[in-house]
């Protein structure tokens, strides 16, 4: 099996949920969808996460698994409430549901579905516990259409949270990403602080700290097909100061173990 091409051998039927955090993606989501279901990948499953968006997202969803019953599943929350918890709560209920691995994906587009089979042949190819569909390995590449201010804003903001938390990773930002479910499991994500995207931060950072092994491939990451950001400044704001907190709450941890071991005589 070659990575490169996203080939997986057919014996193993790797059951894949995508969660899909959604609000106001009405057109995108079903040209995503399809694109999705039309994959050879026989145990993919789409998880929509809507949070009640107000141009009727979650009605589309609801249809699409009307007419994908086998294959489609929406979970409707109150009301928008974060990207982070968003994710919490799909990828937390596609590993309940017996998921082997669990994808990370928007419904803009900007996630190029081709990039999909080659994650899963990497996963399978190197046994990785997270594959990563990075912009800034060789060979990743940004949207054509990107403004300079955009571009260098995104290159700044990985190497920022590398240098305060020095885990390797080339695209830590990144929303594009498969899990391997025991991985998510014991990540416990109910207890992330991340409401918004800094959520991607937090939870590759955690993955990072647990010994867990990562890979990067490169995507061609491209301009959402419709509508617009929802990065805030409050969003942002929470992004950058949440690699301090990490960092700031692993040395306490750390203390705190030396600590109870120097109290308990070094055992």
């Known amino acids: 099996m ?5 080939r997986y051998p057919d014996e193993r ?4 949920t995508v969660v899909m955090p959604t609000y106001n993606e009405a057109e995108t989501l079903p ?45 409707h929350r109150a009301g928008k409430d974060g990207l982070g918890r968003a994710y919490a709560a799909g990828m937390t209920a596609a590993v309940a549901q017996g998921a082997d691995y669990v994808l990370q994906m928007d419904a803009d587009g900007s996630h190029p579905v081709r990039h999909v089979p080659q994650l899963v042949g990497s996963a399978l190819a190197t046994g990785a516990d997270l594959v990563v569909g990075s912009r800034y390995v060789p060979g990743g590449r940004l949207a ?9 804003l995104s290159r700044w903001a990985n190497r920022y949270v590398d240098t305060v938390l020095r885990t390797g990773l080339r695209d830590i930002t990144a929303g594009f990403a498969l899990w391997r479910a025991p991985v998510v499991a014991e990540l416990d994500l109910e207890r992330t602080r991340s409401a918004g995207y800094s959520f991607q931060i937090e939870l590759k950072h955690a993955a990072v700290r ?26 942002q704001l929470e992004a950058a100061m949440l690699p301090w907190r990490l960092l700031l709450g692993g040395l306490y941890v750390g203390r705190a173990r030396r600590g109870a071991r120097a109290l308990r005589g070094g055992r």
């Open 2 to 6: 070659t990575a490169a091409h996203g």
């Open 13 to 16: 039927a790797v059951a894949v």
């Open 31 to 75: 040209v995503v969808a399809d694109e999705l279901l039309t994959l050879p990948l026989h145990g993919l499953r789409l998880l929509v996460v809507d949070d009640a968006s107000p141009d009727g997202t979650g009605h589309v969803a609801d249809e699409l698994a009307a007419r994908h019953p086998e294959r489609v599943q929406v979970l």
């Open 144 to 152: 054509a259409g990107w403004p300079t201010h955009r571009r260098v």
């Open 210 to 235: 647990a010994g867990r092994s990562v890979v990067e491939i490169p995507i061609h990451f491209e301009e959402r097909r419709q509508g617009v950001s929802k990065m805030s400044a409050a969003v």
